[in-house]
């Protein structure tokens, strides 16, 4: 009776040896799991710090420096100043209404590059050529590509050369202040849809082909496969290209502008950002031109958030 008393103390020292082993094995597994935790916030925090460095923290002071004065005042806070002379400067109010018609236009800015990603990913005959050809304006500059469309579009340009041919008078496309607008987004849209061309395909490999073949089994056309198949399956991608369309427009038409119209005529073609050019730059003026940064970036935010927010109920009602 003894030697079973005994294997059992021997046991129970057996499991009291265990039981340490298993504790030393528990907090490396524990600190594996924190460490694990952790780390998404390890790999992200240097871009984060990027971002309020380079980004949010200028943006923090730019907003501050609007409340100050410029010339004598410089330093000196004045208030609201500065955004009452916005609010009665025509120029200004110019350059808000050209907003306004970026953002109606915008449906055919998104429009285009998704259509021809379309029939680039339905392989009409010739697609591989035809994504190298859009692709290319997008690494033109847009110096270079403002000089082309000024020798194109002069009134004695080869444009209106092929229109007289055909019996049409010449139009001043960058001279009519009725038109001159329209003309340079028309150009911006030419040189910088390939890159919405290239993220319209991203979603497209992300498609369920099974719904394609099916729409075509049921003998759907290309405008049905399009609006109910193709569009509620790219909505992200949609939503993407919206947003980043209009902030390319209000944030990279700058090199366009300069080169062909300068701001003209009649300031037809003034948008935000040349507005802030022409006050920091010509007019010494860095302080006011700070207040319309902030109100550039209102606007943008503004309009930012009530796309994605449309985009988000015609995706629902879908």
Do not use: C
Not at 23 to 47: D, F, K, M, N, T
Not at 289 to 311: E, H, K, N, R
């Amino acid at each position: 009776m003894v030697r079973p008393a005994g294997s059992g103390r021997a046991g129970g020292a057996t499991t009291k040896q265990r039981g340490p082993r298993e504790g030393a094995a528990v907090r490396p597994a524990s600190r594996g799991a924190r460490a694990e935790r952790l780390a998404p916030y390890v790999l992200v925090a240097p871009a984060v710090l990027i971002i309020v460095v380079l980004r949010l923290w200028p943006l923090v002071l730019g907003v501050n420096f609007s409340f100050t004065g410029d010339g004598e005042l410089n330093g000196t806070p004045v208030g609201l100043s500065n955004y009452l002379e916005l609010a009665g400067d025509p120029l200004f109010h110019t350059s808000l209404r050209n907003v306004g018609l970026l953002v109606l236009l915008l449906p055919v800015a998104v429009a285009i590059p998704g259509l021809l990603a379309t029939f680039i990913y339905l392989r009409v005959p010739g697609h591989r050529v035809y994504r190298s050809v859009y692709f290319f304006p997008a690494v033109l500059s847009p110096v270079i590509v403002g000089a082309i469309f000024n020798l194109m579009l002069g009134f004695d340009g080869p444009l209106n050369a092929a229109l007289g041919a055909i019996g049409l008078g010449p139009v001043d496309w960058l001279g009519d202040p009725g038109i001159s607008m329209f003309t340079v987004v028309g150009v911006h849209v030419w040189a910088t849809f390939g890159m919405a061309l290239v993220v319209f395909l991203a979603g497209f490999s992300t498609l369920d082909a099974s719904l394609l073949d099916a729409a075509r089994v049921d003998g759907a056309s290309l405008r049905q496969v399009i609006w109910h198949v193709i569009i509620p399956s790219l909505t992200r991608t949609i939503q993407f290209v919206f947003v980043t369309t209009m902030i390319g427009m209000l944030t990279s038409m700058f090199g366009l502008l300069f080169v062909m119209t300068s701001g003209g005529p009649e300031g037809s073609t003034y948008l935000p950002e040349y507005y802030i050019w022409h006050q920091q730059g010509q007019m010494n003026r860095p302080a006011l031109a700070s207040a319309a940064s902030t109100v550039l970036f209102v606007v943008m935010l503004v309009v930012g958030l009530l796309q994605i927010t449309l985009l988000r109920r015609a995706g629902r009602q879908d």
